[in-house]
């Protein structure tokens, strides 16, 4: 499984899908010494999200911003997939059209590999919309559109 493309900043304030599977990761590389509680997977990235991205900075020798750009992303997945393996957890968040972000890029380019002409630029748009419709009535899922949890399962 490819890395979840990093798309844009995260930081207090943001939302979406990216900052579920960011709170996802750091729940996942959490120990038992850590100074933030568990997070909830709910992507909006607050104050508790921002304490625990600088947590994460701190102990692997980060610029300590509290903020997830490309290089804290990549560092976050890479300690994830050590701990869990490869897989890519469900967000916690339905994807649709209007979102954006690196796990659309994700799910465009699993697409793409099933046959798609994707854009993978990590906007759901109409195409991905219809991409997504046909991945379900094949594999007899009701054919929203959106990806949620049975989808995103059956997909990776």
């Known amino acids: 499984m490819a890395i979840p493309a990093y798309y844009s900043l ?3 304030g943001s939302t979406g899908p990216d900052v579920a599977l960011v709170q996802t990761w750091l729940n ?8 933030y509680p568990e997070l909830a997977v ?4 607050g104050t508790k999200s921002e304490n625990a991205v600088k947590e994460f900075q701190l ?3 980060m610029n300590m911003d509290g903020k997830v750009g490309a290089n804290t992303w ?5 300690k994830y997939t050590a701990k869990h393996g490869l897989n890519v957890p469900y967000p916690g968040v339905v994807l649709r059209s209007g979102t954006a972000g690196g796990t659309v890029r994700l799910v ?6 099933l046959g798609e002409k994707l854009t993978t630029d990590g906007k759901y748009g109409a195409s991905t919309v219809a991409a997504v419709q046909r991945y379900q009535r094949r594999n007899g899922l009701t054919a929203d559109g959106s990806v949620g949890k049975a989808t995103w399962e059956k997909m990776f």
């Open 42 to 45: 709910d992507g909006r990235f």
């Open 59 to 61: 102990k692997n020798s």
């Open 28 to 35: 996942g590389v959490r120990d038992s010494c850590t100074w």
């Open 74 to 78: 990549n560092v976050l997945y890479t």
């Open 10 to 12: 995260i930081q207090n």
């Open 108 to 113: 465009q380019q699993k697409l793409n590999s």
